[in-house]
């Protein structure tokens, strides 16, 4: 992959690229759309990959390739706007907050990132792009400067009020680990996952999502409501991480049954991330795979992000005995469920749901093999 996007490069451009970045995907163990909410992830870069190969021009503009798609574009740096190409967006949120300290550039990109399946394939554009600038221009920006400056890209230019999580996890990843982050106060730690025996499946339900189109905005809107009316009635909570499911159930009449659903699934979404950090220290596969059942059950009744379709796919996962758990991952509305099952069945496991999801849908399934892997940075 990496190979056909270097030399992608040199034909197109007819030089060879100074710098090439390699920028993950990740998966998220648990934590959705608890991130944008002050909240708390556990999300790890994977081994699926944008391959970023760039070199500085003195043009002021930015002449951009998307090998996979097989379309180009040009960004004069005096009019960077949206279009309505995604992936020029995604890029020119980058450039709009990058191009005054630099002369120009010409960049080449693919990888084998499924689009729309909630392994986070924008944050992975972004963060390799606004990588391989910093690196040509020699902006020493830091982990953090990047990630930001990606989210804001999502922000002004995909129209996706996400938050930080996705780029963090393609930032900071590192092989083998967790990232558990406190999206308040930015603070994280790794731990190192050993499975013992078991693997994690991401399956894809190939219902492609565009989060740009989805409620995902909508759901932010309302956690936002939610939680303002709880710094009403409780002066003492200025942020999520002040509310218990307890307290929740005692204000339950006073709160819209939409707005105390949403705040429902974030603080108990908030309190299965610290319970899965111990499950997977003290390696309890049954109470991980419990888990992550749990939190697909909050997705799909208390903040309505899932369809049919993974519902499915996590109902027949659990049908069989060796799967110890599933959920739907990333920004919902289709895309990937992620399961922990014993290594030895996980082909059985896989046929058997293949074709149950064919027989209902008329969908072929796609199995992506996953490792955790390291972060975003440069090849050479
Ligand atoms: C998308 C967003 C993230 C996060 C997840 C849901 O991936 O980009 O910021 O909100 O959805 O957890």
Redesign the pocket.
Known sequence: MVESVGSHFEEYFGKQAEAVIQSPGRI?II??????NDGY?LPAAIDRYIYVAASKNDDNKARLNAVDLGEDHVTEFNSIERTDRSWVNLINGILSQLSNRIGGVDLVFGGDIPLGA?V?S??AICCGVATAISELYNLNLSKWDIAKIAQKS?HEFAL?Q?????QFACMFGLTNHVLLLNCLTLEYEESEVELHGNRLLLINSKVEHS?GDSD?NRRKEESEEAIEALKKLDDKISSYQDVTAAHLEEVREKLDPILWKRAFHIVTENERVHEMRFALKSKKQDQVGELLNKSHHSLKEYYEVTCEETDFLVDELNKQGTVHGARQL???FGGCVLALVKDADVYQVLKQVEIAYKKSFNIKLDNIPVKISKGCHRIY
């Open positions: 998220n934590g959705e759309h608890t991130d944008y992830v909630g986070s924008s944050a999502e996706v996400c938050g930080i999580m996705d989060l995902y990333g920004g919902g």
